[in-house]
């Protein structure tokens, strides 16, 4: 939770373009055809960016390594995606406002930054390096809501 922490608190106090929260999320089912609707979880982000036109929801990370090997190849950790796809999914956006979904990882040995359109949404991965000057890590983090 220090990661988390340490990013939702530099966005409540370093920009003032976004509104900064952590918000729930229920899952959209239209209807429930037997079961009780409170066996499912309840869905929390990290962290909530949003103004008037945009919502961001940032997801954060904090491993060893960001991303596994797989076939001798570096890939994303699929249980991230699939975690953040369900918050852009599920999440309240009654104005219709610009959803983006983002990871965030600390930077291990490389930076990462990928981003793709998927459906109606963004969905971005991204790392900051921690060992670097403030001055770096701010911009940093600056950038990854731009």
């Keep these: 939770y220090v990661f ?7 966005y409540k106090k370093e ?3 976004y509104s900064v929260s952590r918000e ?3 899952w959209k089912f239209n209807v429930i055809i037997e079961g009780d609707k409170g066996y499912l979880p309840k ?3 990290d962290i909530t960016l949003e103004n008037n036109s945009d919502k961001i929801i940032i997801d954060t990370k904090y491993y060893k390594e960001a991303l596994n090997i797989n076939y001798n190849r570096e890939k994303f950790k699929s249980d ?13 956006n009654q104005k219709n406002k610009k959803l983006t979904g983002v990871l965030i990882y600390p930077e291990i040995d490389k930076e990462v930054n990928f981003s793709g359109k998927f459906g109606a949404f963004e969905m971005r991965v991204k790392t900051v390096n921690l060992n670097s000057k403030w001055e770096n890590i701010h911009n940093r983090l600056i950038e990854i809501i731009l």
């Design 15 to 17: 920009q003032n373009k």
């Design 80 to 92: 991230n995606l699939y975690q953040l796809y369900s918050y852009l999914g599920n999440i309240k």
């Design 4 to 10: 988390e922490n340490f990013v939702r608190n530099f």
């Design 24 to 26: 729930d999320i229920y």
């Design 43 to 45: 869905m929390q982000t």
